[in-house]
């Protein structure tokens, strides 16, 4: 990795006032988690994503959701945060207003000690009522069912807390997403391809508003030519760096 990309990168960060951090599933793989289309491996790799994450594959087949995304949960409870996730949270302790919006979630971020943390696609962790929205506490028995539990309230399924296809981000959190991006002054995304919309969208619109927007990615993506800086390696390798020149940067040590 160019040294003086790091640096570039480093002296934004260093001076910047209100930081916008997007994370995806590259962040998680590096801790062992796989990401959506690589968790449908044995059992579950002759299924299309719509069949287990959508109302329609919901409504055919709850039980067959219910057991893979009992899957999915035990996996990433199993997973432990890596250096990447922790360089993050040193960054938030660090940098004046630090938020980090994610696509992840299987709340690693906030494992690592992150304190800020939106999820614009929900948290495998959290469970709710697909009917009425009511939240439910998981019981260790529920994790070997069959079947989804129902609802104490009204009868419905319960589901994680999650985005499926077809439906719409948490409006709070996007709310949130665009306030901050009006105000960000330095955007950094990574290990995410920026295929995945909305949040696509938010490198140029951070930009646009004047941004300086670093990526951090082991391949080039779709936000390549938005960045102003682009690291190639893993966040796990390259976030550590980043965040000891910035404290360097930050205690005025050149």
Request: some cysteine; charged content about 20%; hydrophobic content about 40%.
């Amino acid at each position: 990795m160019d040294h003086d990309l790091i640096e570039q990168a480093a002296r934004q960060l260093a001076a910047a006032n209100h930081t916008f951090c997007l994370t995806g599933a590259g962040v998680s793989a590096e801790s062992g988690v796989p990401t959506f289309r690589d968790a449908r491996t044995g059992l579950w790799a002759r299924f299309d994503p719509a069949q287990l994450a959508s109302q329609e594959g919901f409504a055919t087949d709850p039980g067959r959701v219910w057991r893979w995304y009992m899957d999915r949960l035990a996996m990433a409870e199993a997973a432990i945060p890596n250096p990447g996730h922790r360089a993050l949270a040193r960054l938030e302790q660090l940098l004046p207003t630090f938020v980090l919006f994610t696509q992840n979630v299987d709340e690693l971020h906030e494992r690592a000690g992150s304190q800020r943390v939106y999820h614009l696609h929900g948290c495998l962790a959290r469970f709710r009522c697909n009917d009425c929205g009511r939240l439910h506490e998981l019981q260790p028995q529920e994790r070997k069912a069959p079947l989804p539990p129902r609802c104490s309230w009204c009868g419905g399924w319960i589901r994680p807390d999650v985005v499926w296809f077809g439906e719409n981000l948490p409006p709070a959190v996007l709310d949130a997403a665009w306030q901050a991006l009006e105000r960000c002054d330095v955007m950094l995304v990574v290990g995410t391809s920026g295929e995945v919309y909305p949040a696509a969208l938010f490198p140029q619109v951070a930009r646009e508003a004047g941004a300086r927007v670093i990526e951090i990615n082991t391949q080039a993506t779709a936000i390549t030519p938005v960045a102003h800086v682009s690291l190639r390696g893993t966040s796990g390798q390259l976030l550590p760096r980043l965040w000891e020149r910035v404290v360097s940067l930050r205690e005025g040590r050149g």
